[in-house]
């Protein structure tokens, strides 16, 4: 009972003796928020019954927090919460997810290569067009200039024929067969028209060749020449003939000293060829025309012109 008894007295001197203790004060108790869960629905409030107490009866940080009040001692866990979603809601107000700035992102470089497609497609389509409007109108240009020369054809007449020379003489061919040779000399005339109004002509012909039925007596050539627009030009030629073996074919041919006796059919044809340079090598009309004329050798006749004049076929 001593030793009970001096433990209270020592206790309440000890509490005498210490005047700067403060009283006791209320326990507090911190209310902590419930997380909200992700479907939207809350939770119950959680209390926390401990009490932040002291061991020797005052609360912790008593000279700072006696002036805040109450309300103000908060725990760390409260603090830290509000500024996560202070942060959060901060976050979702000026960034987006990371999808959507993908997108966005995406959609940026579409209109800028729109952007640019826009201004490089108009070019190229200016040049195409330009270039297939250019290959249009010079094919129409082109085709109307050949329709046009095609309907301006040369035109050749056949004028007279000289015979000088027509001589049948007994011989033999290069191999040594017996037969009848002709020599002749004739000179042709004619003209040849260029009736192109805006282009000129360049003339060549094949052999000139007069001929006794199917076989050749004399042959010759038109010399190449080149006739201007609206022009015309007389031509003579040498058809001429040497030694040319009749074999059996001068058979009805009557000769009086080597000369025939009556008047010797013949036919003359050949092909003349004329090319215009219309548009350079692009536009280059071409004609032919062949010619085919029915010639008679009259021995009454030798070196005076025979006329020509409606014995001529013209294709």
Known sequence: MSTLAKTDSEASSLSQSSPGRSPRRPVYYVQSPSR??????????????????????????SHSNSSLGPHSRESSSTRFSRSRKSNGSNRKGSWKPWKDQFHAIEEEGLLEGQDGAQQCLPRRCYFLAFVVGFLALFSVFSLILWGASRTQKPNITMKSIIFDQFVIQAGADSSGVATSMVSMNSSLKMTFRNTGTFFGVHVSSSSLDLSYYQLTLATGTIQKFYQSRKSQRSIRVMVKGNGIPLYGGGANLNTLNGAPVEPVPLTLSFMVRSRAYVLGKLVKPKFLKKVDCSVVMDPKKMNVPISLKNKCTYQ
């Open 36 to 61: 909200d869960s992700h479907d939207g629905e809350k939770t119950t409030n959680s209390f926390q019954s401990s009490p932040l107490q002291s061991p020797l009866g005052s609360p912790p940080h």
